[in-house]
C-alpha cells in the first residue's frame, strides 16, 4: 500500500496546473493518468485550430490584398495535406512540455484508478491511500452511435487534426466554438463546407444580434442550415446528410457536439455523492470540494466552465482547498469566452442569457469603423450590457474584427467594477477599433439619463498627475 498526501487524477489543464500548485506545498504528490498525456487545448483543441485558423485567414486576406492593389496574389494556392502537417509540427511543439512534465515515473503512474472510499483507491492492482483526491479526468468528444459505423468518414475534434486531408466537401454538425472556427477554416482553404446547427444562435452566443453578426461572416465561407436535426446515411465512399429539406453528400463529417465528462469506471457511486443526470457528481461551486469529502472536481470535467485557462484555475483552487482545509475562499476571475474565427466572436462577464431583468444595452456596429474598413474586416456588432441604475458594466457580447483583445479589456474592466463614467474617461487612441468600443459605452450611457456635467475626462483629484508622475 502507497501513503500520499494528494492524489491527483487526470494529467490534463486541470490536473498538472493542480500538480504544480500542490508542489509549492509538498512534494507528497501523485499524479495518475489514463490514456494521452498533456492538455486537451494543446493536442486537439485551441491550440492546433489557431494554427489552422492562422494559415486560413492569412490566405483568405489575398483577396483584400488584391483589391488594394497587390498583384500575384492570383497565383496562390492550397495544398491541404502541407497544411495539416504544418499544423500537426506546431501542434507536437506545444504538447511537449506539458507531456514530458508529466510522464510516468516515482510520482506519476498510467491507469485508470477506482474510489475503494473517499480516502482509498485501486489503480493497476495497487493500493493508494490518500488524504485528498482532485478528479480532473477532462472530456471525450460525442459521437453518436449511429453515426460510429460511418468509420472515419465521421471525425471529431480529438481525430480532425491526424487526417492527411480532409477532403473536398465537408459537413460540420454544430457550429459552437469548434464548428465555427474549423469550418470557417476548411472554408477559407478552399473546401466547400456545409454548416448544420440544431439551434439558430451559432459560436455559443446567447445575444441574437451578435450570433445573426457572427452568421453572416461565417455565412461568406460556407452554406449555414440553422435550426435543423441532421441524419447521417452511407453513400459509399460519401455520407448524405439530411436536415429537413436539405440532403447533401459529403466526403467528411466533423461531428462537433459537444463533450461529455470522463467519470465512467471510477466507483464515484462507492463516496455516497449524488450524481446528476450526466454522471457529475455535486459540488461547491466555490471549493470544488464534493459535499463534505476529501475529494474536489476540477477542469472541464464538472462542466462549468469548459476552457483552459478556468481549468487552470479551477486546478489551482482544487490544490489549494485540498491542501489548506478551511482557507479563505479564492474567487473567480471575470467569465471570459473567445472564438477565433473572423469576426472574433466572444462572451465576457455576464452573457445574454444570464442578464438581470433591469440592464442597458449598448450598441455599435462595425460595418463603418474606421480602421475596420482600412483592412476589410468592417463587419459585425457589440453589445455591452450595464445596470441600468449604477451604470456598472455586468457583460457583454460581440462578434467583431479584434474582439480577442477587445473582449480583454472588457474582462479586465467588469473584474474591477467600473462603470461606463470611468470607461470612458479611459484613453482612446485613433484610429483604432477600440473606438467601437467606445461607441457601445457611449450608447449605453445616453441610456442612463442626464449627461455627465464635465466632458469625458478624469477629475485632477481622481487621476495620477502624468506630468508630475
Not at 490536473?15 to 499524479?31: C, F, I, N, S
Not at 503512474?109 to 492492482?125: H, K, Q, S
Not at 483592412?375 to 457589440?382: D, Q
Request: net charge negative; charged share 25%; hydrophobic share 40%.
Amino acid at each position: 500500500m502507497r501513503k500520499v498526501k494528494l492524489v491527483v487524477i487526470g494529467a490534463g489543464t486541470a490536473g498538472l496546473t493542480a500538480l504544480t500548485e500542490a508542489k509549492r506545498v509538498t512534494e507528497d504528490v501523485l499524479l495518475i493518468n489514463d490514456g494521452p498525456y498533456g492538455t486537451t487545448c494543446a493536442r486537439v483543441g485551441c491550440m492546433p485550430s489557431k494554427a489552422l485558423l492562422a494559415v486560413a485567414h492569412g490566405y483568405h486576406a489575398r483577396r483584400f490584398l488584391g483589391r488594394a492593389g497587390v498583384t500575384g496574389t492570383d497565383q496562390m494556392a492550397v495544398d491541404l495535406p502541407a497544411v495539416m502537417r504544418h499544423v500537426r509540427e506546431l501542434r507536437d511543439q506545444f504538447t511537449a512540455g506539458p507531456i514530458r512534465a508529466s510522464q510516468p515515473g516515482e510520482h506519476s503512474i498510467a491507469g485508470r484508478p477506482r474510489f475503494v472510499d473517499a480516502n482509498t483507491l485501486e489503480v493497476g492492482g495497487e493500493t493508494i491511500r490518500t488524504e485528498a483526491t482532485i478528479i480532473a479526468t477532462g472530456t471525450r468528444p460525442v459521437i453518436p452511435q449511429p453515426w460510429q459505423a460511418l468509420g472515419d468518414r465521421v471525425v471529431s475534434s480529438d481525430t480532425f487534426f491526424e487526417l492527411q486531408d480532409p477532403g473536398q466537401r465537408v459537413a460540420v454538425i454544430g457550429l459552437g466554438a469548434i464548428g465555427a472556427e474549423l469550418g470557417q477554416a476548411l472554408g477559407q482553404l478552399g473546401v466547400e463546407v456545409h454548416g448544420f446547427n440544431r439551434g439558430e444562435q451559432v459560436g455559443g452566443l446567447g445575444d441574437p444580434e451578435i450570433s445573426a453578426a457572427l452568421a453572416e461572416g461565417l455565412a461568406e465561407h460556407m452554406q449555414l442550415h440553422l435550426g435543423a436535426e441532421v441524419e447521417l446515411e452511407d453513400a459509399g465512399q460519401r455520407v448524405r446528410v439530411k436536415a429537413g429539406n436539405t440532403t447533401v453528400e459529403v466526403d467528411r463529417v466533423l461531428a462537433a457536439l459537444g463533450r461529455r465528462p470522463n467519470l465512467e469506471g471510477l466507483g464515484l457511486e462507492t463516496l455516497g455523492a449524488a450524481l446528476d443526470d450526466r454522471g457529475i457528481p455535486e459540488f461547491d461551486a466555490a471549493t470544488l470540494r464534493l459535499g463534505e469529502l476529501p475529494v474536489f472536481i476540477a477542469g472541464d470535467v464538472n462542466n462549468v466552465r469548459p476552457l483552459m485557462h478556468e481549468a487552470a484555475d479551477e486546478g489551482r483552487i482544487a490544490a489549494y482547498n485540498a491542501l489548506h482545509p478551511g482557507a479563505e475562499c479564492l474567487a473567480r476571475r471575470a467569465p471570459l469566452a473567445i472564438v477565433f474565427t473572423a469576426p472574433n466572436a466572444a462572451r465576457v462577464g455576464l452573457g445574454w442569457r444570464e442578464l438581470p431583468a433591469d440592464v442597458i444595452i449598448g450598441s455599435a456596429d462595425f460595418r463603418k469603423q474606421s480602421r475596420a474598413v482600412m483592412t476589410e474586416e468592417n463587419r459585425g456588432r457589440l453589445h455591452v450590457y450595464a445596470e441600468a441604475d449604477s451604470g456598472r458594466l455586468l457583460g457583454a457580447e460581440m462578434a467583431v474584427p479584434e474582439g480577442e483583445h477587445l473582449a480583454h479589456l472588457l474582462a479586465w474592466a467588469i473584474q474591477q467594477k467600473l462603470d461606463l463614467d470611468q470607461l470612458l474617461q479611459m484613453p482612446f487612441y485613433h484610429p483604432v477599433v477600440e473606438e467601437g468600443l467606445r461607441t457601445a459605452l457611449q450608447s449605453a450611457r445616453k441610456q442612463l439619463g442626464p449627461r455627465r456635467e464635465s466632458p469625458d475626462l478624469p477629475l485632477c483629484r481622481e487621476a495620477i498627475d502624468w506630468a508630475l508622475g
